[in-house]
């Protein structure tokens, strides 16, 4: 089982091949979204609003199913002091 340590990192490669996209672009596209756990297709998608870069959604197949994505029923907690203002994060129920 993974704690939110393990999510935090998790959400920090993420972040990473998605903030230099056109660099990582053919990564992306052969991601296997369908095999993810929900927590991972959410932090996906929290990345992706956060930077607007929801053109992904289009110009990417495998991330289309993603446009759809809800909130957790559970909170996934990545930082035990998360940012204060209202974000894409809070949202979607992650505490970062």
Not at 20 to 38: C, H, Q, T, V, W
Not at 61 to 75: D, H, Q, S, V, W
Request: charged share 30%.
């Amino acid at each position: 089982m993974w704690d939110s340590e393990d999510f935090y990192y998790l959400h920090r490669c993420l972040h990473r091949i998605f903030y230099y996209y056109k660099k990582n672009l053919e990564e992306i596209k052969n991601m296997d979204i369908s095999r993810m756990a929900e927590n991972t297709r959410v932090l996906i998608y929290c990345i992706i609003k956060y930077y607007e870069l929801d053109f992904l959604f289009d110009e990417c197949a495998n991330l289309k199913p993603l446009a759809k994505t809800r909130p957790l029923e559970t909170t996934l907690v990545l930082d035990t002091d998360p940012l204060p203002e209202d974000n894409i994060y809070r949202r979607m129920n992650v505490a970062y």
